[in-house]
């Protein structure tokens, strides 16, 4: 089993920063991809950054340029720096692992970020 713990959302205003950290424990062996989603509210979840244990990054259109993913594999550590942020990254965000060995998703309890405008 793995466990992942969000760390670092709040409320920013307009055109500040937030730093998302999510930390993995448990069994995890193997190629692994880590990534950030969020949801909305009334919208459906989405994929806003990954990285794979190799290091191969993929961000959301809407977000390139001004958010960048991150890992430490030492610590089983993700982040997510956020800069730039608008009132429209509002959301909370999930912090996910893929396991490419158990073909399984793992999910945080997810963190808000409210930016007001």
């Known amino acids: 089993q793995v466990q992942l713990v969000e760390s670092g959302g709040g409320l920013v205003q307009a055109g500040g920063s937030l730093r998302l950290s999510c930390a993995a424990s448990?069994?995890?062996?193997?190629?692994?991809?880590m990534g950030w989603y969020r949801q909305a509210v009334g919208k459906r979840r989405e994929l806003v950054a990954s990285?794979?244990?190799?290091?191969?990054?993929n961000y959301v259109d809407s977000v390139k340029v001004r958010f960048t993913i991150s890992r430490d594999n030492a610590k089983n550590t993700v982040y997510l720096q956020m800069n730039s942020l608008k009132p429209e990254d509002t959301a909370i965000y999930y912090c996910?692992?893929?396991?490419?060995?158990?073909?399984?998703?793992?999910w945080g309890q997810g963190t808000q970020v409210t930016v007001s405008s």
């Open positions: 996910n692992l893929f396991s490419g060995l158990l073909r399984t998703n793992y």
């Open positions: 448990g069994s995890i062996v193997g190629f692994n991809t």
């Open positions: 990285i794979t244990s190799g290091g191969s990054t």
